[in-house]
């Protein structure tokens, strides 16, 4: 019926509560008299100074009267003063000397670095073992579209159209004739009037007498020679399409 209490303690001490101590009071026949509950603990004071220590309350119930009522102990003032003489029981271990850092050894340096020098080594051996393999075949391919490059009929007319831009008259003439073959007619006047017309001036003005060599001017000629070379590339690919949807003759 009497609630425990409760001890409270300032900063720098420590409390540690007992276990209560019960005592029932009974008369001789057993009948219930009194009983007394006592609580006690244990106050540490961690270092030197003034404590107060606070008052401990209980609120109990007043049967007789019927009210409730307060027990107080009062608070107690507290003086510590410092123990010379105290010593642990355990003295406290000395805590280990820092020795300098040890300087790392050139092992240690070069440790972290192995891994990455091993990757790269693995990748250039990686990469020479493809441009011993590969590396020809990737010439000659290189130098064969090179080849191509520079024997199409595109690298032909590329020669016309320097010269003419040149107006060097001698280089537009035979380069006229490289490209005619390339494209594949056995004359000019195979790419129409204009083109054919263009040529003829061209002829005059190195082969007839007087000449007039130095005064020709190359833009008419490439540009007629530019609509007969459009004009001959779309029909070589509209039949190229057509013989190429022709169904076999012979399934």
Known sequence: ?????????????RVYPKDPVLDDKQ???????????IDSATYLFEKAG???????????FDAASGKREV???????????????????IAPEAAPPVSAAAEPTLWQRIAPWL????AAVVLVAILAWLVRHYGPRVRNYQAARRRERETSEAAAFADVEHACAANDAMAAYRAV?????RLGVPSLAALGSDAAAEFNALERALFAAPRSAEGWRGR?????????????????DRASARG???PALNP
């Open 1 to 13: 019926m009497i609630p425990p209490p409760s001890f409270a303690a300032p900063d720098g001490i």
């Open 27 to 37: 008369s001789d026949r057993g009948e219930f008299i009194d009983g007394r509950r």
């Open 50 to 60: 003034d404590y107060t220590l606070p008052a401990i309350e209980i609120p109990w």
């Open 71 to 89: 027990a107080q102990a009062p608070a107690i003032h507290v003086v510590v003063a410092v123990n010379p003489a105290f010593k642990p029981d």
């Open 115 to 118: 891994p990455w020098v091993g």
């Open 177 to 181: 004739g490289v490209w005619a073959r």
């Open 220 to 236: 008419s000629l490439v540009a007629a020679l530019g609509v007969a070379r459009k004009r001959r590339l779309t029909q070589a």
């Open 244 to 246: 190429a949807a022709l």
